[in-house]
């Protein structure tokens, strides 16, 4: 019933918040990360959540011979793979990168998983698989358009993984995450971004606890309601919960061989405009804020169908926008510098 989990990436931000979700759950967890942009304060506050040290063994996912260590000192039922690069813009200037590290990094972690007999993994991969939507909501039967080297880097992850569970009778699942935010209730973990925040609720806190002057929207000239862009904004404890659902489901019911892909998102499309009156009631105080010019590669909307993951493995999300704006803002309002002050 309760196993023990390699979670890749365990340190960042959404690996960090499944971690306390697996330890909730009564698993047992290895966490191999390269802090590459993450902080080991990270993973001692997720020990103190959920009252149990967590384990860092730091280094690369490519490092073949690393991983042959861990499969052999770990007796490992399930592979969490959350570690990558996930800047869209930075994949533009740099395909390299992204290749070499989310796509040759995933084939080194499944040939290692493979020599070790490791048999069931959950991949982090992205909506932005699905490119610009002919249709909303988004099901998992969408058409498949990337349109940045990011995009495609996941995509070859997820045929791959495919592959490799058809192949060797694994059990696998890709995650399509919509878009994460919020932070756990405590305070004690959330997002904390290098340099400026490409993404909209890291740029809004920012904003908010004064670290940044004004917030621009991008563009209100869109084909939607209010003008502004809507997206499927999930909270990042749903976003956890659902990886342990991927998880559970891998261990006790999956078919050898089947990989599917399911969505991650609430369903539910929110505007630029929304988010940041709801901002602004969750913090009591207006919030500086301009229109801008639109954002190269923008699409007016973008929400889940999240039924699959429903019929699935019985999950859904729970939390509102106001929960995911409190959240978030009291993680901002407690760790102003993010972890840099540990
Ligand atoms: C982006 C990534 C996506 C990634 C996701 C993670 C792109 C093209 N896509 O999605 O691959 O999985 O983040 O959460 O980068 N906005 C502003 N002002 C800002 C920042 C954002 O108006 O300062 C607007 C954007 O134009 C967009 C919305 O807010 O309409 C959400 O933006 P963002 O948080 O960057 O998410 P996505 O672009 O949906």
């Known amino acids: 019933m309760h196993s023990t989990i390699l979670v890749t990436g365990g340190a960042g931000y959404i690996g960090s918040h499944t971690l306390v979700a697996l330890l909730e759950d009564g698993h047992r967890v290895v966490v191999l990360d390269d802090l590459s942009n993450a902080s080991p304060a990270a993973l001692a506050r997720v020990g103190e959540i959920a009252g149990k040290p967590v384990q860092l063994i730091r280094g ?13 000192m770990h007796p490992i039922d399930c592979v969490l ?5 996930k800047a869209v813009g930075e994949s533009v200037a740099n395909p390299q990168k992204y290749f070499e590290i989310n796509t040759q990094g995933s084939l080194a972690l499944f040939s290692a998983m493979q020599r070790a007999g490791v048999a069931r993994a959950v991949f982090s991969s992205t909506a932005t698989v699905y490119g610009a939507p002919e249709f909303v909501p988004l099901t998992e039967a ?98 956890a919960a659902g990886h342990v659902a991927a998880v559970n489901y891998l261990l006790n019911h999956a078919m050898p061989g089947e990989c599917p892909a399911v969505n991650l998102g609430t369903g539910q499309a929110y505007s630029v405009l929304q988010v940041l009156a709801q901002w602004q009631a969750t913090c009591g105080f207006d919030i500086a804020h301009q229109i801008a010019p639109r954002r190269a590669g923008d699409v007016p909307s973008y929400f889940a169908n999240p039924a699959g993951a429903q019929s699935l493995f019985g999950w859904r999300a729970r939390q509102d926008l106001a ?20």
């Not at 996912?61 to 690393?66: E, K, S, T, Y």
């Not at 793979?81 to 690069?85: E, R, T």
């Open 60 to 72: 690369d996912v490519r490092d073949g011979a690393l991983l042959d260590q861990i499969f052999a």
């Open 81 to 85: 793979h959350l570690a990558g690069v």
């Open 142 to 239: 969408a058409a498949l358009r990337p349109e940045s080297p990011y995009a495609t880097s996941k995509l070859a992850v997820e045929y791959m993984l495919a592959g490799f569970a058809r192949a060797h009778s694994w059990r696998a699942i890709n995650l399509r995450y919509f878009n994460p935010v919020g932070a756990h209730p405590s305070g004690r973990i959330g997002e904390d971004p290098l340099g400026e925040p490409a993404n909209l609720f890291p740029y809004i806190a920012q904003v908010a606890g004064k670290r940044r002057q004004i917030l621009s929207i991008f563009g209100n000239d869109y084909p939607t309601a209010d003008g502004t862009c809507e997206r499927d904004y999930i909270h990042v404890c749903d976003l």
């Open 323 to 342: 929960r995911m704006c409190a959240d978030h803002w009291a993680w901002q309002q407690q760790n102003p510098h993010g972890y840099n002050a540990d």
